[in-house]
């Protein structure tokens, strides 16, 4: 089992420009969450699927964030336009239960 | 919304030493769970607890879920150098996964050989 795929790693942007994440979840996982991790508020929750479906975006801190999943395998988190405040570290996980599993994340740097 | 309050930030202790965190929340959680996170990795699943007052072990680690539902704790017992890393804990409220976690700020573990 490959675990939850995270891409890319590390991205370096200048601000104003367009971002997009990527995650691949495990097989079989009916559930999708992105999290985004910063020092001064630790991990906090942006939003999560359900077999595809968004089902709770209130984590999502404005309209310049945006997230898609189009099949079970895929789901993209996109920041238009981007700006320095949202330098963090993503991270996607899925779950079909209990254990939520967590991808290695993104570190994302707007300069 | 929901926090859960992690203490202690951190904690510098020497190899050997055993090791005790916890995790206080003014709301019930119906599932506890321990993750630790290493440079440059996402949190990874320590222990989780299902049961009001249960208490699990894996390996060195020991965990247990208050009987109040509001708290818990996780012990280390002799750390070694490899336990190095952030502690969370994360709360879950709804009866599956239909909710996402919450998490504390985590427990910074710095040991000194």
């Known amino acids: 089992d490959a675990g939850v795929i995270q891409s890319p790693r590390h991205e370096v942007t200048e601000m104003g420009q367009e971002v997009t994440l990527r995650c691949k979840p495990i097989?079989?996982?009916?559930?999708l969450f992105w999290y985004r991790q910063t020092m001064m508020r630790g991990l906090e929750l942006l939003i999560y699927?359900?077999?595809?479906?968004?089902?709770?975006d209130s984590g999502m801190p404005e309209d310049r964030f945006s997230a898609k999943m189009p099949n079970a395998s895929f789901s993209t988190l996109k920041i238009q336009p981007s700006e320095p405040r949202d330098s963090a570290v993503y991270f996607c996980?899925?779950?079909?239960?209990?254990?939520?599993?967590f991808g290695s994340g993104t570190r994302l740097t707007v300069v | 919304g929901q926090q859960l309050n992690q203490s202690p930030q951190s904690m510098f202790i020497q190899e050997g030493e055993d090791v005790s965190m916890n995790c206080t929340s003014s709301?019930?959680?119906?599932?506890w769970l321990w993750y630790k996170q290493e440079p440059g990795e996402g949190p990874v699943l320590l222990i989780a607890?299902?049961?009001?007052?249960e208490l699990t072990s894996n390996g060195r680690l020991t965990a247990q879920f208050g009987i109040t539902r509001k708290d818990s704790f996780l012990n280390i017992s002799a750390s070694i150098p490899s336990d190095v890393g952030i502690y969370f804990c994360?709360?879950?409220?709804?009866?599956?996964?239909?909710?996402?976690?919450?998490f504390g700020k985590g427990t910074h573990l710095i040991i000194q050989p």
């Open positions: 996980a899925s779950t079909a239960g209990w254990g939520y599993t």
């Open positions: 097989s079989g996982h009916d559930y």
């Open positions: 699927f359900n077999n595809n479906v968004p089902i709770d």
């Open positions: 709301s019930i959680f119906n599932t």
């Open positions: 607890l299902y049961k009001a007052g």
């Open positions: 994360a709360g879950l409220s709804s009866g599956g996964g239909a909710d996402g976690l919450t």
